[in-house]
């Protein structure tokens, strides 16, 4: 599976759009992007994945560049309880995939009133 | 629905003392899995299982062995605790292998301690 780099940390505003950057220079074509975020002391919990399109859901957009070798998360109107570690981890869907999650060190997204 | 459960949620240990963490889930999901998560760090996967009665190393399995005796159950042993084995533990489950849509739902954690 190919490794990501993130920043380590980041800042935003509350009620402001945050953008987690994630460079995948390595992916290959049937891996996908998948996006975790984990509370302080809490599970991590899953947010979005997308293979080629950008994809939103009610949590979060991802915007994957069209060579697929970064992404985007994007939060539209971050909240206080948007703070977190942000994981950024590409996966293969192929036949040899054992659903394993390779996690990084993620993003500390700070969100400030 | 609980979803992904673990108990027990605290554990002190003595080192050379032996215990068991149980992970639960109620999705009927294939795949589940163990991770380990340092402070500071990411988490690692200890061992997994595709399916009933199968399991597998991951990338930090040493010092534990696991079982998947039903399908719904992934039980995790430490049979002679060492104090690096002082960690978060997390359980998760996952519906399939195949496609983009097997995202990982996770358990609240054990957080054991190991003297």
């Known amino acids: 599976d190919a490794k990501t780099t993130q920043p380590p940390s980041m800042d935003c505003a509350e009620g402001r759009a945050a953008n987690l950057p994630c460079n995948h220079s390595?992916?290959?074509?049937?891996?996908?992007v998948y996006w975790y975020r984990q509370i302080h002391s809490q599970g991590p919990q899953y947010i979005i994945h997308?293979?080629?399109n950008n994809e939103t859901n009610e949590m979060a957009s991802l915007i994957i560049t069209e060579d697929r070798k970064s992404s985007t998360l994007i939060l539209p109107h971050a909240t206080l309880r948007d703070t977190a570690v942000y994981y950024c981890?590409?996966?293969?869907?192929?036949?040899?995939?054992?659903?394993?999650?390779?996690f990084g060190q993620g993003t500390t997204l700070q969100v400030k009133p | 629905n609980a979803g992904v459960t673990q108990t027990p949620k605290f554990r002190v240990l003595k080192t050379g003392q032996s215990m068991t963490l149980l992970c639960a889930q109620d999705?009927?999901?294939?795949?589940m899995y163990w991770y380990r998560q340092d402070p500071g760090m990411g988490l690692r996967l200890i061992h997994y299982?595709?399916?009933?009665?199968?399991?597998a190393k991951g990338e930090v399995p040493d010092g534990y062995n696991v079982s998947r005796l039903k399908k719904q159950n992934f039980l995790l042993g430490l049979e002679s605790a060492a104090p690096s084995q002082t960690s978060v533990y997390f359980c998760?489950?996952?519906?399939?292998?195949?496609?983009?849509?097997?995202?990982?739902?996770f358990g609240p954690g054990t957080r054991l301690t190991v003297t």
């Open positions: 998760a489950s996952s519906l399939t292998r195949w496609g983009g849509a097997d995202e990982q739902y």
């Open positions: 390595t992916i290959s074509g049937n891996e996908y």
């Open positions: 997308g293979l080629k």
């Open positions: 981890i590409v996966r293969s869907s192929g036949s040899s995939n054992t659903g394993k999650l390779i």
């Open positions: 999705m009927n999901h294939e795949y």
């Open positions: 299982s595709v399916g009933e009665g199968t399991t």
